[in-house]
């Protein structure tokens, strides 16, 4: 793609990537300057970055102190992320090697026990049992979800939908994770009042087959081999430089 020069100054020309980069740099608010106006205010403002450069030349600000000082302080801590990102990229994960590290760490790959739920909820313990009379005798539980349930779940028949261990406050978790699919239950009592509650469906925790996980293996494969080869590497360079930590 051809890096179009959008202005000229002082000799320095100020180019389509200039203006790529500018945009990247501004994130978020991006999206004002997309149009004409947008970019012919990015032009100008770029415009007057080259102006004040040129300006500093001339002045001679870049031989001040503070000039120098905050430009080897750049300069350093570039160094330092160019060398860290330099080592951390040279790291690489064959997948043998993200093999074994599932094999070893299977627990981290384990599909967690997932339950689907729909309850009703009122105030008092009286009323649920009456509404869990209704249900036995024939009514339908999402129907009566809609017309009891004081959850905003009520508009979806009393759907919760898709949860695992520990989302739930306890006493309702408790009752769910012990239920069978279809099985209704309750009046169960949390603190947001009493619970009927029907068992949609239930999924337990499963150890998926490697070939699913691949690419997660080797990304968590890849970040401990990384944080293995930092501490490798701090404990070579201590060994080669002074450190006294005050």
Not at 152 to 180: C, Y
């Amino acid at each position: 793609m051809e890096n179009k020069v959008l202005a000229v100054v002082d000799g320095r020309e100020v180019t389509q990537s200039d203006l790529y980069e500018l945009l990247q740099s501004i994130g978020q608010n991006a999206n004002q300057f997309q149009d004409a106006e947008g970019q012919k205010q990015l032009v100008n403002e770029l415009v007057m970055q080259e102006l004040l450069y040129s300006e500093a030349l001339a002045k001679g600000l870049d031989q001040d102190a503070e000039y120098k000082n905050a430009l080897m302080h750049m300069q350093k801590t570039l160094l330092k992320q160019y060398a860290l990102n330099k080592l951390l990229t040279s790291v690489t994960v064959t997948d043998e090697e993200a093999r074994a590290y599932f094999d070893a760490h299977s627990a981290l790959f384990k599909k967690p026990e997932t339950a689907r739920a729909s309850h009703i909820l009122v105030s008092s313990k009286e009323e649920a049992e009456k509404i869990l009379g209704e249900i036995k005798a024939g009514a339908d539980f999402k129907e009566a979800a809609a017309k009891y349930s004081s959850c905003p779940s009520k508009n979806a028949g009393g759907d919760l939908g898709e949860f695992t261990r520990g989302r739930m406050v306890p006493e309702f978790d408790a009752a769910v994770f012990n239920m069978a699919p279809g099985e209704i239950t309750g009046p169960v009592q949390t603190q947001f009042g009493y619970h009927l509650i029907q068992l949609d469906s239930l999924t337990k925790d499963d150890a998926p087959d490697f070939s699913e996980v691949l690419g997660k293996a080797k990304e968590q494969c890849l970040l401990a081999k990384r944080q293995d080869t930092y501490l490798a590497k701090q404990e070579e360079l201590k060994n080669v430089y002074s450190v006294e930590v005050k």
